[in-house]
């Protein structure tokens, strides 16, 4: 029956963006000379988030997460592209989409002379807060909401960010960095609701650079590099297709390290010792297989990279 | 109204001790005034010099050898000079330090159209404005009848609604230069920079070749002098000023409605 409803919410997108660029600054040639500076965001983005779906979007600093979530909630102004949040036009529709989505942002600052409670209250006027789930919130948050705002560490702020974007149980929450300054405990209880979120057909769209988070809670991922969109997969599918760790010990001959990377789904080859070599293979590994029937073999062992290892090859 | 009735209610110690300390100059020119009648005289001799009629602009043309001379002389230009700083200091920065600490990020994620956000943050601006005039009327009212003077209060009344128009007009300047930096320092300099040469320009005008840049001041409509002169309002001036209030309020809302918010 689970099977069948979350079958059910991936059917529709709720979250679609098509082709997004993002270019901050203007170039201006005057007489030949070059005026400003043109600095890339995003570069023809594309992706959607289903219904249901935790979304984990992931990239080093500066390669564009923040410039897409931003122009998402319409702060900003995109050169090319469209984006729509439930089937709405993110710009013109933006009101709309906002009564039905949370956001909690990567560097969350709230108003400083607020409590926790009276912001609750402030917002709750804008968007109307579901009572009951705030009170399971504040159950598992343990920050205190009576107190100032200013007088609470950033990992406390952190909680009332998040308190403050689920407490209206949106169906839509944009988390850029949600758990960042989170214990890890804390971390986990998120990492729950999230879960139990999305078990109620809630939709998440969030940026990490925790693996562990990501692994946890993400049904599928998006990485992003240089404002380009390199890969969007499931997480599930991510560690066995994507790359693997083959070590081949040779009884006699082996082969040089530049004809195994001339292969093309090796991506790396490595010396362990004087007979055995660790290689690193992306994809499709049966054309290392075949290569490798050319030498005798002691052993081969082929094993499935970490998602750390994964990550960090999108990354570089 | 929930952005405006929350602010209000947070900023009522800024909102209400800056215009009681500011109109305090009220019972220290009637402190003084007893001692200072005597000699009052001497000193009008002294303010004819052109230099100080540059400097007090109309206010110098007062006749202070009685109460409400000095009093109009002091207090206008008191409350010019508040109102210089008020309109430089408040307004630019009403959504500049929002973006300086990043608050907003937050608040416009929730459904509430830009424009009006700012305009029930610029409401609470001009609401605690209207504590200016109204404690200078108070104390004035107060003040003048323990010293046993004369005051006509009902042109007082329309003397302090012109400061108040002042502060609004000269306030919504200042937002739009917030919304068009969106930077404290930036927004702060621009705005400094728009009123603070209004103001000197109309202390040029004062002197006889240089009349013409009165005209293109705020500071010289609506001026308390001339609603002395007038014996009350001066409508075409009160449309001058509102409408430019007006016309800069609207600009401010539509830019920051408008404009992305990259930063």
């Known amino acids: 029956m689970k099977l069948a409803t979350f079958k059910a919410h991936t059917q529709e997108a709720v979250l679609e963006v098509s082709h997004l660029t993002k270019i901050y600054g203007r170039e201006i040639t005057v007489a030949g000379r070059k005026f400003g500076r043109r600095v890339v965001g995003t570069l023809d983005v594309s992706f959607s988030v289903r219904k249901g779906e935790i979304f984990g979007f992931l990239g080093p600093n500066g390669a564009g997460k923040t410039t897409t979530m931003r122009a998402i909630l319409d702060y900003l102004h995109i050169q090319e592209g469209s984006v729509t949040v439930f089937g709405m036009d993110h710009h013109r529709d933006a009101l709309e989409i906002r009564e039905r989505i949370g956001y909690v942002p990567g560097d969350l600052a709230l108003y400083d002379n607020f409590t926790g409670e009276e912001l609750i209250e402030y917002f709750d006027g804008f968007r109307p807060v579901?009572?009951?789930?705030?009170?399971?919130?504040?159950?598992?948050?343990?920050?205190?909401?009576s107190l100032n705002i200013k007088s609470l560490s950033s990992g406390n702020r952190q909680q009332v960010g998040l308190m403050l974007a689920l407490a209206s149980k949106p169906d839509f929450l944009i988390l850029d960095e949600p758990t960042s300054g989170l214990d890890p405990l804390m971390a986990a209880s998120a990492h729950r609701l999230f879960k139990e979120l999305k078990a109620e057909g809630k939709t998440i769209f969030l940026s990490s650079h925790d693996l562990a988070e990501v692994q946890a809670v993400c049904d599928r991922i998006g990485i992003i590099k240089e404002g380009r969109m390199i890969l969007v997969e499931e997480v599930e599918n991510l560690v066995s297709k994507f790359l693997q760790n083959v070590r081949v010990s040779f009884t006699s001959e082996v082969p040089d390290l530049e004809t195994l990377e001339a292969i093309d789904s090796v991506i790396s080859a490595e010396a362990e010792d004087e007979d055995t070599l660790l290689l690193k293979v992306k994809e499709d590994i049966n054309e290392?297989?075949?290569?490798?029937?050319?030498?005798?073999?002691?052993r081969l062992s082929i094993e499935d990279a970490t998602l750390e290892e994964i990550f960090l090859q999108y990354y570089e | 109204m929930r952005v405006y009735l929350k602010n209000l209610r947070k900023g009522w110690k800024g909102g209400i001790i800056t215009p009681l300390f500011v109109s305090l100059i009220v019972p220290l020119i009637a402190g003084?005034?007893?001692?200072?009648?005597?000699?009052?005289?001497?000193?009008?001799?002294?303010?004819?010099?052109?230099?100080?009629?540059?400097?007090?602009?109309?206010?110098?043309?007062?006749?202070?050898?009685?109460?409400?001379?000095?009093?109009?002389?002091?207090?206008?230009?008191?409350?010019?000079?508040?109102?210089?700083?008020?309109?430089?200091?408040?307004?630019?920065?009403?959504?500049?330090?929002?973006?300086?600490?990043?608050?907003?990020?937050?608040?416009?994620?929730?459904?509430?159209?830009?424009?009006?956000?700012?305009?029930?943050?610029?409401?609470?601006?001009?609401?605690?404005?209207?504590?200016?005039?109204?404690?200078?009327?108070?104390?004035?009212?107060?003040?003048?009848?323990?010293?046993?003077?004369?005051?006509?209060?009902?042109?007082?009344?329309?003397?302090?609604?012109?400061?108040?128009?002042?502060l609004f007009a000269l306030g919504a300047?200042?937002?739009?230069?917030?919304?068009?930096?969106?930077?404290?320092?930036?927004?702060?300099?621009?705005?400094?920079?728009?009123?603070?040469?209004?103001?000197?320009?109309?202390?040029?005008?004062?002197?006889?070749?240089?009349?013409?840049?009165?005209?293109?001041?705020?500071?010289?409509?609506?001026?308390?002098?001339?609603?002395?002169q007038n014996g009350g309002m001066i409508m075409s001036d009160l449309a001058v000023v509102v409408g430019v209030g007006v016309v800069a309020l609207a600009a401010a809302l539509y830019v920051f409605q408008m404009r992305e918010l990259a930063y």
């Open chain 1, 288 to 298: 290392l297989l075949r290569f490798l029937t050319k030498y005798e073999l002691d």
């Open chain 2, 173 to 228: 300047l200042s937002l739009l230069c917030g919304t068009l930096f969106l930077d404290s320092n930036r927004a702060l300099s621009a705005s400094g920079a728009l009123i603070v040469t209004q103001y000197v320009m109309t202390r040029l005008g004062s002197l006889g070749d240089l009349s013409f840049l009165k005209d293109y001041t705020v500071f010289s409509y609506l001026s308390t002098a001339g609603i002395l």
């Open chain 1, 130 to 145: 579901d009572r009951e789930y705030l009170q399971e919130l504040r159950s598992v948050f343990r920050a205190d909401l």
């Open chain 2, 32 to 166: 003084i005034w007893p001692s200072f009648k005597e000699q009052a005289a001497a000193f009008a001799e002294i303010l004819k010099n052109p230099i100080y009629q540059a400097l007090l602009g109309q206010m110098g043309l007062m006749d202070i050898t009685t109460w409400q001379g000095i009093f109009y002389m002091y207090v206008g230009i008191c409350l010019e000079w508040a109102i210089v700083f008020i309109a430089i200091l408040i307004p630019a920065r009403i959504v500049a330090s929002e973006v300086d600490k990043n608050t907003l990020d937050v608040t416009l994620s929730y459904p509430i159209p830009r424009w009006r956000y700012l305009l029930e943050k610029f409401m609470v601006y001009a609401t605690y404005s209207l504590l200016y005039p109204a404690f200078v009327y108070v104390f004035a009212v107060v003040n003048t009848n323990s010293l046993g003077e004369t005051l006509d209060m009902t042109v007082l009344g329309h003397a302090m609604m012109g400061f108040w128009f002042w």
